[in-house]
Structures are given as C-alpha cells and as structure tokens.
C-alpha cells in the first residue's frame, strides 16, 4: 500500500494507548498510529496503563504489549476489564505459541497481532475491531 | 562523485543488505513511515535500537559472567533484543536471538555464551552497516538531492 492510499483516520477522532516497555517499539507504534491520524499516548507498562485509566483517561484502542515489567499485559487486560474498561484492546506481542496466545485473549483481549507491527496489521486491527471500513 | 552515482550507491549498498539477509522487509516498513514531518524517523528509531542493544548486550555479559548463571534474567533480555531487532528488520541479529533464547529454555551456559558472541556479532554488523548507509544518505542530502526509494525487485 502506498503512502497516498493509506486512510487517514484523524475525522473520526480515534485515541489509542500505545503499551510497550521497549523504545524503539513504542517510538515505531506511535508513528504507525500517527500516520493513520490517530490520536496516541504511551506508557512502558501495564500498571501505568491502569493508572492512566484511574486517572480518567479513556482510550478507543489500546496496543498492549505483553511481557513488561511490574505489570504485564496479560495483568493488566484483566485489571482494566474488570475496572470496567471497554476500550477495544488488541494484544501485540512477539510470543506466538497457541498457548500464550490463549491466554492473552482469555484476559479480555479483542484482537491479537504478532510483532513487529506494520501498517497492514494495524490497518487489520481497525478493520476487526469496526474502527475502519476497507474499500 | 556526481550525485546519479551516489544514489545509485546508496540503491545497491541498501539491496546488498537484503539480499544478505542483514535486513528484512520490516526495514522498508520503517522507510515507509517516514516522511516530511519526521524525514529522520528510521534514523532516530535506528539510533534508539542502538542504544538499547548496547545496553542489553552489557546486561548479558554481565549476567552471564555471574558464578551462577540466573536464566530468569538472561532470557528477558535476549526476549527485549530480540523484539527490537526484529521491528527495526535486523534479521540475522533477530535469528541469532532466537536461537540464544533457545538455549536459555535448556539453561546451557557454554551454548549461551557462543550465543552472545553470535548475537554480538551480527549486532556490530547491522550497526556497521547501517550507519555506513544512513552517511550515504547524509552525502546525498547535503549534495541537494533526494533518498531514492529502494526497489529490491524480488
């Protein structure tokens, strides 16, 4: 897909919460979000995820990674679900085996993409999770 | 020098790497992603690449150095570096890391440590390589021209 026919979203006014403990995938996250014109804050794991959320602040998406320190992704899903959480969260992780895999959806993930992420993976993710409409 | 032969420079130096195996297709993602609001963006995640890695590689010697090699903290470690090569597209750094992981699941030492020094080498190689191109890219931009886009062609 070329740079002139990616969607911009930014009409639509998405936010996203972009949660990862590595820089560099936190810094390539955002852009791919920003990209498509979404709004996006970042935290390096899932507790400060949660606080972000008891602090008031409400995301469309969440990308949540899943081995972070303090609180992974799997410990925090579960934490925001049953705070009441409804944001679509899409589990990004470099684990793939079926058995995390599973785990991780089990915690109240909406989705699931393998890293690295690109533009069509997150383009998959919005158009799962009825963010996006492909034409 | 004129500047058609230094783009073409840059061309096959940046397919030479492809076909190498040192890059994979996740690069050209971050080619992609850069634009006129960010025209240093791959440079910039590249760098932050670099300063994690040589951060993780210093952990694991050292974690690996210890009497008592404790997997519990070598294995995040070869995890976190093996995450970010992948999403920068340092393939074979990426391979080498998967290989290390494995043996860290059967906690022999003597095959981590051939590891590291695998991981550490194809690691020095992407950084070699990468900074000789993005100063080919530097050469171009100051002669006034443009970063031609990389057809691979395969």
């Keep these: 897909m070329t740079r002139e026919e990616l969607p911009n979203l930014a009409e639509s006014k998405l936010t996203a919460l972009v949660v990862d403990d590595n820089f560099v995938n936190q ?20 507790k400060e995820a949660v606080d972000a959320h008891c602090s008031g602040r ?13 609180m992974n992704g799997i410990q925090a899903t579960k934490r925001l679900r049953e705070m009441g959480i409804e944001s679509k969260i899409a589990g990004v992780t470099t684990r793939a085996n079926e058995g995390e895999k599973k785990e991780f959806m089990e915690a109240g993930l909406n989705d699931f993409q393998e890293k690295p992420l690109t533009i069509s993976k997150l383009l998959s993710i919005l158009h ?7 034409t | ?3 058609v032969q230094m783009q073409k420079s840059l061309q096959d130096y940046t397919k ?17 992603l850069q634009d006129e609001s960010n025209p240093d963006f791959v440079s910039q995640v590249v760098t932050l690449f670099f300063q994690d890695s040589d951060r993780i590689l210093n952990d694991l010697s050292l974690s690996l150095g210890q009497q008592v090699v404790d997997f519990k903290k070598v294995d995040p470690h070869v995890h976190q570096l093996k995450g970010s090569s992948s999403s920068i597209g340092a393939q074979r750094v990426k391979n080498a890391c998967v290989v290390f992981r494995n043996f860290c699941e059967q906690q022999n030492v003597e095959a981590c440590h051939r590891c590291l020094q695998q991981v ?16 080919l890219e530097q050469q171009i931009v100051a ?12």
């Design chain 2, 16 to 32: 030479s790497l492809f076909l190498e195996g040192i890059l994979d297709s996740q690069f050209l993602q971050l080619q992609q």
């Design chain 2, 120 to 135: 550490k080498q194809e690691y020095y190689l992407v950084k070699n390589r990468l900074e000789t191109l993005f100063k």
């Design chain 2, 143 to 154: 002669s006034g021209g443009m970063i031609p886009a990389v057809e691979l062609g395969f």
């Design chain 1, 27 to 46: 810094s390539i996250h955002q852009k791919l979000l920003a990209r498509l014109g979404i709004q996006n804050d970042v935290v390096c794991n899932g």
């Design chain 1, 128 to 134: 799962k999770l009825d963010f996006y409409v492909q």
């Design chain 2, 1 to 3: 020098m004129d500047l």
């Design chain 1, 58 to 70: 409400n995301y469309d998406l969440i990308l949540m990674d899943m081995d972070m320190p303090i």
